[in-house]
């Protein structure tokens, strides 16, 4: 099994979901016989939301770097970042270090290429909801992206940097969420990106059904971890998968 470096702590709460969902991937691909073989690497988040105010995206990657370098020194074959909002970063480390990244756009790529989803609706944070790069990575691929219109944009950003990235998942969070996802249901997306790591925690379905007109259908709601471990454990196992590309 080939080791895996994760740069994590953004949040440490998505990061212990990392954590557990990998081992029970590796422990069921190898029927109990095996856990994860990994080197985490737990930045403060305190640090990087500092850096981020700042607007120095040189100063932000150099922290990322720092860590990269790290989980690579470490013995580390490959690295990812447990974050949709700074997994923007992976491509620009990969090419200073030398260093494969698993990326978490392919993955959530491949996942709706493979559903055959044309149309897909994207939340998170407020940044992830209205930095026009995060939607092109995916229009790259030809999918349609429809972000939240107000207000449920700034009440989704709000419940991310607010609440979940502390580790609060509040029911009437989950409702003013759920309020969002119906939203998009009614602008014809065939799925929603739970487009931030800790959104997957807070809204426990991955099927959501949307009224239409006198009736109604379902939806996928992709999350992020899911995907995401599902590609790097299939990197551990696979020696010829390709994983890093953006």
């Not at 939806?219 to 590609?231: A, G, K, P, T």
């Amino acid at each position: 099994m080939r080791r895996l470096g994760i740069i994590g702590g953004v949040s440490w709460h998505s990061t212990l979901a990392y954590y557990a969902s990998l081992n029970s991937g590796v422990e069921k691909a190898t029927k109990g016989r095996n856990c994860v073989s990994l080197v985490l690497s737990s930045m403060n988040l305190g640090e990087i939301l500092r850096g981020q105010k700042k607007k120095s995206h040189e100063a932000l990657l150099d922290l990322f770097v720092q860590e990269g370098r790290r989980l690579k020194s470490a013995g580390c074959d490959a690295f990812l970042i447990a974050s949709h909002t700074y997994s923007m970063l992976g491509s620009a480390i990969e090419k200073e270090l030398d260093f494969q990244h698993i990326s978490l756009f392919s993955a959530v790529e491949r996942h709706l290429i493979q559903s055959n989803v044309n149309r897909m609706g994207l939340i998170g944070s407020l940044h992830t909801m209205t930095d026009d790069s995060f939607a092109e990575l995916y229009e790259c691929s030809g999918l349609t992206v429809v972000r939240p219109e107000e207000p449920h944009l700034n009440r989704v950003a709000g419940i991310v940097f607010r609440e979940l990235i502390r580790g609060l998942f509040r029911t009437e969070s989950r409702h003013r969420v759920r309020d969002c996802l119906n939203h998009l249901g009614s602008r014809g997306v065939d799925a929603i990106v739970l487009g931030c790591t800790e959104l997957g925690l807070l809204i426990p379905e991955r099927e959501w059904v949307v009224p239409c007109g006198a009736g109604e259908r379902k939806i996928s709601l992709i999350d992020l971890i899911e995907v995401h471990v599902e590609q790097a454990i299939r990197w551990m196992f696979e020696p010829n998968q390709d994983s890093h590309t953006e």
